[in-house]
Protein backbone atom coordinates (compact mmCIF):
# COMPACT_ATOMS: atom_id res chain seq x y z
CA UNK A 1 0.00 0.00 0.00
CA UNK A 2 1.70 3.56 -1.25
CA UNK A 3 0.62 6.45 0.40
CA UNK A 4 2.06 9.48 -1.39
CA UNK A 5 2.24 12.55 0.65
CA UNK A 6 3.23 16.19 -0.37
CA UNK A 7 6.06 18.19 1.33
CA UNK A 8 7.32 21.85 0.45
CA UNK A 9 10.43 21.97 -1.85
CA UNK A 10 13.35 21.73 1.47
CA UNK A 11 15.36 24.13 2.44
CA UNK A 12 19.08 23.51 3.30
CA UNK A 13 20.68 26.28 4.59
CA UNK A 14 24.16 24.48 5.47
CA UNK A 15 25.41 22.94 1.92
CA UNK A 16 29.26 22.88 0.75
CA UNK A 17 29.14 22.22 -2.72
CA UNK A 18 32.91 22.71 -2.75
CA UNK A 19 33.30 24.63 -6.13
CA UNK A 20 35.54 26.47 -7.01
CA UNK A 21 38.42 24.68 -5.81
CA UNK A 22 37.41 21.23 -4.92
CA UNK A 23 35.66 19.50 -7.26
CA UNK A 24 36.86 16.27 -6.61
CA UNK A 25 34.89 16.32 -4.01
CA UNK A 26 31.43 18.04 -5.50
CA UNK A 27 30.60 20.92 -7.66
CA UNK A 28 27.92 22.91 -8.39
CA UNK A 29 25.93 20.11 -10.69
CA UNK A 30 26.53 16.98 -8.53
CA UNK A 31 25.97 19.13 -5.55
CA UNK A 32 22.05 20.34 -6.60
CA UNK A 33 21.39 17.49 -8.54
CA UNK A 34 22.10 15.49 -4.68
CA UNK A 35 19.45 18.33 -3.31
CA UNK A 36 16.75 17.51 -5.83
CA UNK A 37 16.75 13.62 -5.42
CA UNK A 38 17.06 14.18 -1.75
CA UNK A 39 14.21 16.82 -1.85
CA UNK A 40 15.64 19.82 -1.51
CA UNK A 41 14.96 22.72 -3.84
CA UNK A 42 16.92 25.26 -2.18
CA UNK A 43 20.02 25.53 -0.79
CA UNK A 44 22.58 27.55 0.79
CA UNK A 45 26.38 27.13 0.07
CA UNK A 46 29.11 27.52 2.36
CA UNK A 47 32.16 29.92 1.75
CA UNK A 48 35.27 27.43 3.34
CA UNK A 49 36.68 26.65 -0.39
CA UNK A 50 40.28 26.35 -0.99
CA UNK A 51 39.97 30.12 -2.06
CA UNK A 52 37.70 31.36 0.69
CA UNK A 53 34.52 33.18 -0.30
CA UNK A 54 35.81 36.51 2.12
CA UNK A 55 35.86 38.56 -0.88
CA UNK A 56 33.35 40.62 -3.28
CA UNK A 57 35.61 38.63 -6.74
CA UNK A 58 35.41 35.12 -5.30
CA UNK A 59 31.56 35.20 -4.62
CA UNK A 60 31.06 36.54 -8.10
CA UNK A 61 33.04 33.50 -9.32
CA UNK A 62 30.63 31.18 -7.63
CA UNK A 63 28.17 32.92 -9.04
CA UNK A 64 29.51 32.91 -12.75
CA UNK A 65 30.38 29.33 -12.14
CA UNK A 66 26.71 27.85 -10.78
CA UNK A 67 25.32 30.22 -13.42
CA UNK A 68 23.29 28.20 -16.15
CA UNK A 69 25.00 24.99 -13.83
CA UNK A 70 22.35 24.74 -10.57
CA UNK A 71 19.45 22.14 -10.64
CA UNK A 72 18.01 23.58 -6.86
CA UNK A 73 18.02 27.04 -6.36
CA UNK A 74 20.99 28.13 -4.73
CA UNK A 75 22.02 31.31 -2.18
CA UNK A 76 25.27 32.23 -0.65
CA UNK A 77 26.70 32.64 2.48
CA UNK A 78 29.57 34.61 2.74
CA UNK A 79 33.08 34.18 5.00
CA UNK A 80 34.46 36.22 7.54
CA UNK A 81 37.73 36.42 7.07
CA UNK A 82 40.22 39.02 9.23
CA UNK A 83 40.53 41.58 5.96
CA UNK A 84 36.55 40.26 4.77
CA UNK A 85 34.81 43.07 6.87
CA UNK A 86 35.59 45.95 4.54
CA UNK A 87 33.65 44.14 1.77
CA UNK A 88 30.43 43.46 4.19
CA UNK A 89 28.53 46.73 2.54
CA UNK A 90 29.52 45.28 -0.65
CA UNK A 91 28.25 41.74 -0.46
CA UNK A 92 25.06 42.04 2.11
CA UNK A 93 22.45 42.33 -0.79
CA UNK A 94 23.97 39.13 -2.41
CA UNK A 95 24.15 36.35 0.43
CA UNK A 96 21.74 34.87 3.21
CA UNK A 97 24.31 34.76 6.06
CA UNK A 98 27.64 35.53 7.41
CA UNK A 99 29.67 32.42 8.26
CA UNK A 100 32.31 32.75 11.01
CA UNK A 101 34.72 29.43 12.10
CA UNK A 102 35.31 30.01 15.71
CA UNK A 103 37.30 26.35 15.77
CA UNK A 104 39.58 24.47 13.82
CA UNK A 105 37.88 22.94 10.93
CA UNK A 106 38.12 22.39 6.78
CA UNK A 107 39.31 25.17 5.33
CA UNK A 108 41.55 28.03 6.91
CA UNK A 109 38.60 30.57 8.19
CA UNK A 110 39.79 29.98 11.79
CA UNK A 111 39.21 33.46 13.71
CA UNK A 112 40.34 33.56 17.44
CA UNK A 113 41.28 36.65 18.16
CA UNK A 114 39.22 38.98 20.05
CA UNK A 115 39.62 41.88 18.67
CA UNK A 116 38.89 40.19 14.91
CA UNK A 117 36.01 38.60 16.40
CA UNK A 118 34.76 42.08 17.39
CA UNK A 119 35.37 43.26 13.79
CA UNK A 120 33.51 40.77 12.55
CA UNK A 121 30.36 41.14 14.99
CA UNK A 122 30.33 44.76 14.77
CA UNK A 123 30.58 44.94 10.95
CA UNK A 124 27.83 42.20 10.09
CA UNK A 125 24.23 43.91 9.47
CA UNK A 126 22.06 43.58 12.59
CA UNK A 127 19.43 42.02 9.96
CA UNK A 128 21.20 39.88 8.80
CA UNK A 129 22.73 36.50 10.14
CA UNK A 130 25.68 35.96 11.34
CA UNK A 131 26.26 31.84 11.78
CA UNK A 132 29.17 29.88 13.74
CA UNK A 133 30.98 27.05 14.06
CA UNK A 134 31.51 27.57 17.79
CA UNK A 135 31.62 24.09 19.89
CA UNK A 136 31.48 23.51 23.06
CA UNK A 137 32.88 26.08 25.41
CA UNK A 138 33.47 28.85 21.95
CA UNK A 139 29.54 29.37 21.68
CA UNK A 140 29.33 31.04 25.12
CA UNK A 141 32.18 33.58 23.35
CA UNK A 142 30.04 33.77 20.52
CA UNK A 143 26.83 34.18 22.23
CA UNK A 144 28.66 36.76 24.75
CA UNK A 145 29.95 38.73 21.13
CA UNK A 146 26.16 38.62 19.31
CA UNK A 147 24.86 40.01 22.89
CA UNK A 148 27.21 43.13 22.85
CA UNK A 149 26.65 44.34 18.82
CA UNK A 150 22.88 42.92 18.46
CA UNK A 151 23.33 40.13 15.82
CA UNK A 152 20.99 37.69 14.94
CA UNK A 153 22.92 34.73 15.90
CA UNK A 154 22.65 31.18 14.13
CA UNK A 155 24.29 28.10 15.46
CA UNK A 156 25.78 25.68 13.35
CA UNK A 157 25.46 22.04 14.20
CA UNK A 158 24.74 21.86 17.38
CA UNK A 159 25.69 17.99 18.95
CA UNK A 160 26.59 18.64 22.61
CA UNK A 161 23.93 18.91 25.52
CA UNK A 162 25.32 21.89 27.14
CA UNK A 163 24.89 23.41 23.26
CA UNK A 164 21.77 22.90 23.88
CA UNK A 165 21.32 24.36 27.49
CA UNK A 166 23.22 27.31 26.45
CA UNK A 167 21.16 27.80 23.54
CA UNK A 168 17.83 27.56 25.47
CA UNK A 169 18.62 30.16 28.14
CA UNK A 170 20.01 32.59 25.64
CA UNK A 171 16.40 32.40 23.84
CA UNK A 172 14.55 33.03 27.46
CA UNK A 173 16.39 35.88 27.71
CA UNK A 174 14.80 36.90 24.59
CA UNK A 175 17.99 36.67 22.59
CA UNK A 176 17.51 36.56 18.64
CA UNK A 177 19.03 33.62 18.24
CA UNK A 178 18.33 30.08 16.07
CA UNK A 179 20.54 26.67 15.68
CA UNK A 180 20.27 23.88 13.48
CA UNK A 181 21.75 20.15 14.17
CA UNK A 182 22.39 17.25 11.41
CA UNK A 183 21.12 13.93 10.91
CA UNK A 184 24.43 12.31 11.83
CA UNK A 185 24.10 13.86 14.87
CA UNK A 186 20.62 12.78 15.57
CA UNK A 187 21.04 9.06 14.45
CA UNK A 188 25.01 8.23 15.10
CA UNK A 189 26.76 8.54 18.28
CA UNK A 190 30.39 7.71 19.24
CA UNK A 191 29.86 4.51 19.77
CA UNK A 192 29.51 4.58 15.59
CA UNK A 193 33.21 5.83 15.30
CA UNK A 194 34.89 2.57 15.40
CA UNK A 195 32.39 1.16 13.00
CA UNK A 196 32.87 3.51 10.42
CA UNK A 197 36.30 5.17 11.07
CA UNK A 198 37.12 8.41 8.99
CA UNK A 199 33.60 8.29 7.61
CA UNK A 200 32.28 8.91 10.63
CA UNK A 201 34.96 11.78 11.31
CA UNK A 202 33.28 15.34 11.32
CA UNK A 203 33.27 18.76 13.29
CA UNK A 204 31.88 18.90 15.67
CA UNK A 205 32.42 15.04 16.40
CA UNK A 206 29.87 12.55 17.19
CA UNK A 207 28.90 12.38 20.23
CA UNK A 208 27.28 10.52 23.10
CA UNK A 209 23.92 8.90 23.79
CA UNK A 210 23.03 11.71 26.43
CA UNK A 211 23.73 14.50 24.37
CA UNK A 212 22.20 12.89 21.38
CA UNK A 213 18.67 12.31 23.49
CA UNK A 214 19.00 16.49 24.72
CA UNK A 215 19.22 17.13 20.71
CA UNK A 216 15.84 14.84 19.79
CA UNK A 217 14.27 17.18 23.35
CA UNK A 218 15.72 20.27 21.88
CA UNK A 219 13.78 19.64 18.77
CA UNK A 220 10.65 18.71 21.30
CA UNK A 221 10.64 21.73 23.35
CA UNK A 222 11.72 23.83 20.09
CA UNK A 223 15.56 24.65 21.13
CA UNK A 224 16.42 23.49 17.74
CA UNK A 225 14.98 25.38 14.83
CA UNK A 226 16.03 23.66 11.83
CA UNK A 227 17.62 20.66 10.60
CA UNK A 228 20.56 21.24 8.02
CA UNK A 229 22.66 18.36 6.62
CA UNK A 230 25.70 20.06 6.79
CA UNK A 231 27.04 18.37 3.29
CA UNK A 232 30.76 17.89 3.48
CA UNK A 233 31.47 15.63 0.89
CA UNK A 234 34.97 14.45 0.89
CA UNK A 235 36.64 11.85 -1.64
CA UNK A 236 37.22 8.18 -0.57
CA UNK A 237 40.83 9.02 -1.05
CA UNK A 238 40.76 11.73 1.34
CA UNK A 239 39.17 9.58 3.78
CA UNK A 240 41.20 6.96 4.00
CA UNK A 241 44.35 8.97 3.71
CA UNK A 242 46.74 9.99 6.60
CA UNK A 243 45.16 12.39 7.70
CA UNK A 244 41.24 12.48 7.00
CA UNK A 245 39.51 15.17 5.93
CA UNK A 246 36.48 15.94 8.24
CA UNK A 247 33.12 15.58 6.95
CA UNK A 248 29.98 13.79 5.59
CA UNK A 249 27.54 13.90 3.01
CA UNK A 250 23.88 14.60 3.69
CA UNK A 251 21.65 15.63 1.39
CA UNK A 252 20.36 12.56 0.20
CA UNK A 253 19.94 10.98 3.43
CA UNK A 254 18.18 13.64 5.79
CA UNK A 255 14.87 13.25 4.47
CA UNK A 256 14.46 9.61 4.34
CA UNK A 257 15.99 9.51 8.22
CA UNK A 258 13.72 12.08 8.99
CA UNK A 259 10.37 10.50 7.32
CA UNK A 260 11.70 6.83 9.01
CA UNK A 261 11.77 9.16 12.73
CA UNK A 262 8.29 10.40 11.86
CA UNK A 263 7.21 6.51 11.52
CA UNK A 264 9.01 5.88 14.45
CA UNK A 265 6.51 8.65 15.91
CA UNK A 266 9.84 10.46 17.05
CA UNK A 267 8.80 13.35 15.36
CA UNK A 268 5.45 14.68 14.08
CA UNK A 269 5.26 15.31 10.19
CA UNK A 270 4.30 18.90 11.21
CA UNK A 271 7.35 19.51 13.15
CA UNK A 272 9.14 18.02 10.00
CA UNK A 273 8.25 20.70 7.89
CA UNK A 274 8.94 23.17 10.23
CA UNK A 275 12.29 21.76 10.72
CA UNK A 276 13.36 21.61 7.19
CA UNK A 277 11.08 24.53 5.25
CA UNK A 278 9.33 26.58 7.92
CA UNK A 279 11.77 27.64 9.75
CA UNK A 280 14.87 28.19 7.32
CA UNK A 281 12.95 29.99 5.08
CA UNK A 282 12.15 32.25 8.11
CA UNK A 283 15.28 32.41 9.85
CA UNK A 284 17.34 32.96 6.54
CA UNK A 285 14.78 35.35 4.63
CA UNK A 286 14.73 32.38 1.74
CA UNK A 287 12.17 33.78 -1.06
CA UNK A 288 8.88 31.85 -2.29
CA UNK A 289 9.60 29.02 -4.79
CA UNK A 290 5.97 29.08 -6.53
CA UNK A 291 4.35 25.65 -7.65
CA UNK A 292 7.33 23.82 -6.09
CA UNK A 293 6.42 20.79 -3.80
CA UNK A 294 8.04 17.41 -3.30
CA UNK A 295 6.01 13.85 -2.85
CA UNK A 296 7.61 11.31 -0.94
CA UNK A 297 6.05 7.95 -0.38
CA UNK A 298 5.88 7.22 3.30
CA UNK A 299 5.08 3.40 3.21
CA UNK A 300 8.80 2.17 0.80
CA UNK A 301 11.37 0.11 3.27
CA UNK A 302 14.87 0.25 2.04
CA UNK A 303 17.99 0.02 2.31
CA UNK A 304 20.26 3.53 1.97
CA UNK A 305 22.87 3.04 -0.58
CA UNK A 306 25.70 4.27 -2.06
CA UNK A 307 25.59 3.57 -4.85
CA UNK A 308 22.36 5.19 -5.88
CA UNK A 309 23.50 8.58 -4.41
CA UNK A 310 24.04 11.63 -6.66
CA UNK A 311 26.71 13.09 -4.82
CA UNK A 312 29.90 13.14 -6.91
CA UNK A 313 31.89 11.13 -3.44
CA UNK A 314 29.78 8.02 -3.50
CA UNK A 315 29.36 7.12 0.07
CA UNK A 316 27.50 7.60 3.46
CA UNK A 317 27.95 7.29 6.72
CA UNK A 318 24.55 5.91 6.56
CA UNK A 319 24.94 3.19 4.39
CA UNK A 320 23.32 -0.17 5.30
CA UNK A 321 20.42 1.73 7.49
CA UNK A 322 16.92 0.52 6.82
CA UNK A 323 14.72 3.88 6.26
CA UNK A 324 11.27 3.95 5.64
CA UNK A 325 10.43 7.00 3.00
CA UNK A 326 11.25 7.84 -0.29
CA UNK A 327 11.01 10.88 -2.51
CA UNK A 328 8.70 10.26 -5.36
CA UNK A 329 8.74 13.70 -7.26
CA UNK A 330 10.06 17.08 -7.15
CA UNK A 331 8.06 19.71 -9.15
CA UNK A 332 10.57 23.63 -8.95
CA UNK A 333 8.61 26.26 -10.12
CA UNK A 334 5.85 23.49 -11.85
CA UNK A 335 8.52 21.44 -13.18
CA UNK A 336 9.27 18.34 -12.98
CA UNK A 337 13.02 17.86 -12.07
CA UNK A 338 13.27 14.84 -10.21
CA UNK A 339 10.65 11.70 -11.34
CA UNK A 340 12.05 9.47 -8.77
CA UNK A 341 14.36 7.96 -11.12
CA UNK A 342 15.72 10.37 -13.44
CA UNK A 343 16.71 13.88 -12.75
CA UNK A 344 15.99 17.48 -15.37
CA UNK A 345 17.31 20.15 -15.49
CA UNK A 346 19.09 22.35 -14.73
CA UNK A 347 16.36 24.59 -13.95
CA UNK A 348 17.50 26.20 -10.57
CA UNK A 349 17.95 30.07 -9.75
CA UNK A 350 20.30 31.79 -8.27
CA UNK A 351 19.31 33.50 -5.10
CA UNK A 352 19.14 36.53 -3.01
CA UNK A 353 17.53 37.77 -0.10
O1 LIG B 1 33.08 18.16 9.34
C1 LIG B 1 33.09 19.27 8.84
N1 LIG B 1 33.32 19.44 7.52
N2 LIG B 1 32.90 20.34 9.61
C2 LIG B 1 33.07 21.58 9.15
O2 LIG B 1 32.92 22.50 9.90
C3 LIG B 1 33.49 21.82 7.74
C4 LIG B 1 33.13 20.70 6.89
C5 LIG B 1 33.84 20.69 5.56
O3 LIG B 1 33.85 21.74 4.89
O4 LIG B 1 34.39 19.67 5.16
ZN1 LIG C 1 30.96 23.97 10.78
ZN1 LIG D 1 29.72 22.87 7.41
Known amino acids: MQNLIKLPGLIDVHVHLREPGATQKEDFQTGTRAAIAGGYTAVLDMPNNPIATVTPQALQEKINLATGKIYCDVGFNFGAGSKSVQYFPEVVDKVFGLKVYMNQTTGDLLIEDEIALEAVFSGWPKNQVVMVHAEGDTL ?5 LAKKFGNKL ?4 VSLKAEVEAIK ?5 GMKISCECTCHHLFLTDEDVKRLGPYGMMRPPLSSKEDQQALWQGITDGTIDMIASDHAPHTREEKEG ?3 AYGVPG ?3 TLPLLLTAVKDKRLSLDKLIDLT ?3 PKRVFNIPDQPDTFVEVDTTIRYTLDAERLYTKCRWTPFAGMKVTGKVKKVVLRGQTVFDGQNIFG ?3 QLLTP
Open 154 to 157: HVCH
Open 346 to 348: PYG
Open 277 to 279: YTN
Open 251 to 253: LET
Open 140 to 144: QKAIA
Open 169 to 173: SAKQT
Open 242 to 244: EKP
